[in-house]
Structures are given as C-alpha cells and as structure tokens.
C-alpha cells in the first residue's frame, strides 16, 4: 500500500512536469502513463517490487542499475528510451534525491569501494575475450565510417585518443 501510493504521487509528478510518452507497467498487471498520448513510445515494465526505490529515485544510475538487475524491463527504440531515462532523472531531482547523492558520496568507505571495484573488475580474461578485441581494450570504440569491425574500430579509438592528447614520439 505504502509503495503504491509513493509510485502513483511520483508518476503524477512526472506526468505534470515532463509530460512523457511512456507507460509503467507493474508485475502486477497495473499500469500507469507518464504523459498523455495515444501510445507510449517506451514501456517500463516492473518485475518485482525490488524495483520499485530504485525508481522513486530514477537517477540514470538506479535505472541502469534496475536495467542491469533484472529489476525492469524496458520496450522501445533505444533513442527514445534514452531520452525518456535523461527525462525521468531529470523531473524527479528534488532536494531529497540531491541530499540522498550527497549522503552516498560522503558515505564511501575503502572497503565498499574496493567490493564495487571487484565486483566489476575481478573476473576472467575469459569473459573480456568474449566481447572484446584482441588488444582486450575496455573502451567503446570509434566506428568513424560504420563499417568498421571490432578491431580496427578499437584502434581508431586508441589512434583518436593519441591525437587528441597530442602525443609525440
């Protein structure tokens, strides 16, 4: 009952200032519109109420966090998908959110650190050499023209770099 009332004040919120083509759809079957429209252009599909404090904050790290989780599901075009994130985090910054990244700014320890840092780093070369070129460079590489494979697209981004740091011999 709490959640459900936090979640239709924040989609009330939403739909009032930003007024966006994009539906939540709960696990539950229910359904709430972002703006006004004939259809969304996005939906959020909710899996499990897990999600739900992440969305009362939808700054693009909890998003991409309930993305990455498993938590939400989201349909559409990827642009309007992105755009409709940057909006979501944007009409919902209210000083309580802005208080809540300080407080998690100030609240980093070398030991939570050092767990992220694991989390996303300490795993097998096996698992980069499934995705990444040869050269295992962790970058998004420069498709300059488009057709560009993985490879040569990474060492246009290394050669890009290089130029731009104006390194000399």
């Avoid at 100030?106 to 650190?113: G, L, M």
Wanted: proline share 3%; charged share 25%; net charge neutral.
């Amino acid at each position: 009952m709490f959640w459900e009332k936090k979640l239709a004040q924040w989609v009330d919120e939403v739909r009032n200032q930003a007024n966006l083509p994009a539906r939540l759809v709960l696990w539950s079957g229910q359904q709430y519109d972002f703006g006004h429209f004939a259809a969304p252009q996005v939906t959020l599909k909710v899996n499990s109420a897990s999600a739900l404090p992440l969305l009362l904050e939808p700054s693009l790290d909890n998003l991409g966090e309930a993305y990455v989780k498993g938590k939400i599901d989201i349909e559409g075009k990827l642009a309007d998908i992105i755009s409709i994130g940057y909006s979501l985090a944007r009409s919902t910054v209210t000083s309580a959110s802005k208080l809540a990244r300080v407080r998690r700014y100030f609240t980093h320890s070398k030991s939570t650190d050092k767990k992220a840092i694991q989390y996303h780093y300490d795993v097998s070369n096996e698992f980069y050499q499934l995705w990444l070129d040869e050269n295992m460079v962790y970058s998004c590489a420069y498709f300059e023209n488009g057709d560009e494979d993985l490879a040569t697209a990474q060492l246009k981004k290394i050669d890009h770099i290089l130029t731009k740091i104006q390194l000399q011999p």
